[in-house]
């Protein structure tokens, strides 16, 4: 089933629900999801969307080939994905190590659907979700950049100059 799912024939989507969210490997010719349902964390919303978002994944690669097509035809190299990637290299060279393999500018993008359930509290958890996944790629670097800029964008200059600190310190113990 998983070398079925895994061939390079449309639709390129995901479906996904919490079944599907960790250990699962298809992901090399999907640039969608679709969650089924919305994920009861930002932990839980990452693992799901990984399935798709992975190194080498299939929208950066679409990416990678649109803009080093000529570099391809050009190159000496039997390989045709080395050619286009030791071009993209050269490219993005003083742009840090995620570029090109995990993330490549261009038209494809990864995309997410999400479909809450009508009448249940899935809609505010989705808002609420948004934006404690913007925060929680922010704090581990990554932001996706799209959510931290509509995150930003909805708050007002006063919250912008007092920034978000996420204490990680243990919970003080009470005293009688």
């Known amino acids: 089933m998983r ?16 079944a599907g969210q960790e250990g699962i490997d298809f992901h090399w010719w999907c640039s969608a999801i679709v969650h089924w349902n919305t994920p009861a964390n930002p932990v839980d919303f990452e693992q799901r969307e990984g399935r798709v978002h992975r190194f080498g994944g299939h929208a950066v690669r679409r990416n990678v080939a649109a ?3 000529s ?3 050009s190159s000496d190299d039997v390989d045709p994905w080395r050619a286009a ?17 995990w993330v ?3 038209p494809a993008k990864i995309e997410r659907h999400v479909y809450p359930y009508a009448l249940s509290l899935d809609g505010p958890r ?3 979700l ?47």
Do not use: C
């Open 67 to 69: 803009a080093h097509r």
């Open 126 to 128: 989705y808002d609420r």
């Open 3 to 18: 070398a079925a799912f895994n061939s390079p024939f449309w639709p390129f989507v995901l479906t996904t629900t919490s």
């Open 104 to 106: 490549y500018d261009g």
């Open 71 to 73: 570099d391809v035809m």
């Open 85 to 101: 990637y030791d071009a993209a290299n050269r490219a993005t060279a003083d742009q840090g190590d995620f570029v090109p393999y």
């Open 130 to 176: 948004k934006r404690d996944l913007a925060m929680y790629r922010l704090a581990f670097g990554q932001p996706r950049q799209e959510d931290l800029l509509k995150l930003l964008s909805r708050r007002s200059d006063d919250e912008l100059k007092s920034a978000d600190v996420i204490d990680l310190r243990p919970p003080a113990l009470e005293r009688d």
